[in-house]
């Protein structure tokens, strides 16, 4: 009971959080965002929903689509037809009927025959910290912020892997991070919140992963931000990747990393799963919207399937990753695992495997979804091509390699 009202309070901080932040940023000034935004279209890096960046693949799509829609609710957040609750909760839109970038051309130039769209299912926490970064920039400006904060952190992830576990978990990191073209996620305000998420998470764990009390809150804190600023693109990365990173630095003699395992992950999943609610509950009593209808008609439109089918929608995805890498990397490590075998770690090697799987089961849940939005929902298989070269790498003797490395030297 103890642990329960704790967890009750950690939730009851966290959404009143949400809604002051997000109250707090709809008051600050109008003018400086009404400014940035019309610098941000006279720069045309919004010209276009869809397009491609190195290669006309799917996996190199620009979400312009949603980073203009994200603008556009910033631009309505400032309107002054609403009261400032109902635009934190229904989060309004200007639409045109078209283009999302054509939209938010239209609206800045004040086309009057646009009508407004809620959207009041979701928290939009990215469109509440674009609220406040518009006051201080244009969003060209704002991108190249984004890559730099995030290639930061990932050299700082990269770094902290190699001193605490060693060159093999920060190389599989890489080829992970490679494999669903991480660089794309960096300039994107739709991609680049999971992205932060799962490398502030992985770097928690490297620092504090003895600590299974202040784990386990990580993953709830981390399930409810997941739930408050993604617009389900990729949402188990917060989870995934965070818990493969636990999974193989817990020492061999830990006899619950089964009992660690679950009891984190269902931790996030409710902390995801609750904080979803509560966005939908807050609104629908405080305004007009039947929020829950909408959610309800939603997630099963999400979680159906047309002619495609469940397992078309799985195989959909696993074809945009470039399987190369992971598949080099996999024949290395399997190389070593025959040579320095090591039985003591199996247990983390078996539940690597487990949170490996686990993409694959959102992609048969969540199926539509899956399908139609195949060309970013395919980075979760971050988890899978890392959970599955960390499984095979917990059975090697990494110790034994090293002395071994020793040895040749001197001779």
């Known amino acids: 009971m103890k642990q329960l009202t704790k967890y009750l309070m950690l939730f009851a901080g966290l959404i009143a959080a949400y809604l002051l932040f997000a109250v707090a940023v709809t008051l600050l000034p109008v003018k400086p965002v009404e400014r940035h935004v019309r610098q ?182 981390l399930g409810s931000l997941t739930a408050y600023l993604d617009l389900l693109t990729c949402p188990l990365l917060s989870w995934g990747i965070p818990m493969l990173v636990w999974l193989v630095m817990k020492r061999t003699d830990d006899g619950k990393p089964m009992h660690h395992f679950l009891a984190s992950s269902a931790l996030w999943a409710v902390g995801y799963a609750a904080t979803w609610a509560a966005k939908w509950l807050v609104a629908t009593l405080t305004t007009s919207a039947d929020v829950f209808a909408d959610a309800a008609g939603q997630s099963a439109r999400r979680a159906s399937v047309g002619e495609f089918g469940r397992w078309a929608a799985l195989e959909r995805n696993v074809e945009v990753l470039p399987w190369f890498y992971a598949i080099v990397a996999l024949v290395v490590l399997v190389v070593f695992a025959v040579r320095y075998f090591d039985r003591r770690r199996w247990r983390q090697a078996l539940l690597c495997l487990v949170v490996a799987l686990a993409p694959l089961a959102w992609f048969l849940v969540v199926a539509q979804h899956s399908w139609e939005h195949y060309w970013f929902t395919y980075r979760i298989l971050a988890i899978t091509v890392m959970g599955v070269l960390m499984a095979v790498a917990c059975m090697i003797d990494w110790q034994h390699v090293k002395i071994k490395k020793k040895d040749i030297s001197r001779q």
């Open 40 to 221: 941000t279209l006279v720069l045309t890096d919004l010209k276009a929903d869809f397009w491609f960046a190195f290669l006309c693949k799917p996996a190199y799509y620009m979400d312009n689509f949603t980073d203009a829609l994200i603008v556009n609710q910033v631009l309505n957040n400032c309107r002054e037809d609403m009261s400032v609750w109902e635009r934190v909760m229904l989060v309004p839109r200007m639409s045109s009927g078209g283009e999302q970038c054509e939209s938010l051309r239209l609206m800045s130039e004040g086309d009057e025959s646009m009508t407004t769209i809620n959207y009041p299912r979701y928290w939009h926490g990215s469109t509440f910290v674009m609220r406040l970064l518009l006051v201080v920039k244009n969003y060209v400006v704002l991108r190249t912020f984004f890559y730099i904060l995030s290639s930061l952190l990932i050299l700082w992830t990269i770094i902290a892997l190699l001193r605490r576990i060693g060159v093999w978990a920060a190389a599989i990191f890489t080829v992970a991070m490679v494999s669903v073209n991480v660089f794309m996620m960096q300039f994107s305000i739709q991609f680049l919140p999971m992205l932060l998420l799962a490398l502030s998470g992985m770097l928690v764990v490297l620092y504090h992963w003895d600590d299974s009390r202040r784990m386990a809150r990580l993953f709830f804190i």
